[in-house]
């Protein structure tokens, strides 16, 4: 049920469920953050895309997820907290523009914007049709050769900007925008 002062969260875990590591079940996350009192806890696929309603600030949410992942599954997971309008915004600046695949475009988030002299060494860098940009604390890229391949990626980028990220495609951003906005 919707409580006047919720607000809707998208909250994304940074290297969950991926290569055989960080296995956390989502049916059992799901019902630790119901017990935490997290108000429409859900998920999207498995890859640690978290959707729930709450009054709290984003800052404390993603504070009390993390420590709630290392409580009751052992586990340290980077955790990044979105409200609609910074969900909104990473869909709507994107500066990668044409006719590029969903499935191949990336939106990444950056624990911090990025310095501006990594940035520009890396922009000098020759990555073949590989292709990014930087706008604030979001990182976009595009694979047009899919990514298993590929030069870029999430640890590419921590490594050259040193950053903590975690990415997903425009797709799955999509995907939780709706699925936020029904929550």
């Not at 017990?35 to 806890?41: I, Q």
């Not at 694979?143 to 040193?162: C, H, I, T, V």
């Amino acid at each position: 049920m919707k409580e006047q002062n919720q607000i809707p969260y998208i909250i994304l875990l940074r290297a969950v469920n991926v290569s055989g590591k960080n296995i956390i079940k989502m049916a059992a996350l799901r019902q630790k953050l119901q017990d935490a009192g997290f108000s429409n806890a859900t998920t999207y696929i498995q890859s640690g895309n978290i959707l729930l309603r709450s009054a709290a600030p984003a800052e404390l949410i993603q504070r009390q997820v993390k420590a709630l992942i290392q409580d009751q599954f052992g586990l340290t997971v980077e955790t990044f907290v979105l409200d609609m309008p910074l969900l909104k915004k990473a869909l709507s600046v994107n500066p990668l523009q044409g006719e590029l695949a969903p499935n191949r475009l990336f939106i990444t988030m950056l624990d911090k914007t990025p310095e501006k002299a990594l940035i520009a060494t890396l922009k000098a860098t020759d990555h073949g049709n590989e292709t990014f940009d930087v706008v604030d604390n979001i990182l976009y890229f595009y694979l047009p050769d899919g990514a298993a391949r590929a030069k870029m990626s999430n640890n590419y980028f921590e490594k050259k900007l040193q950053v903590i990220a975690t990415g997903r495609n425009l797709n799955t951003y999509q995907k939780l925008l709706e699925l936020a906005e029904n929550l």
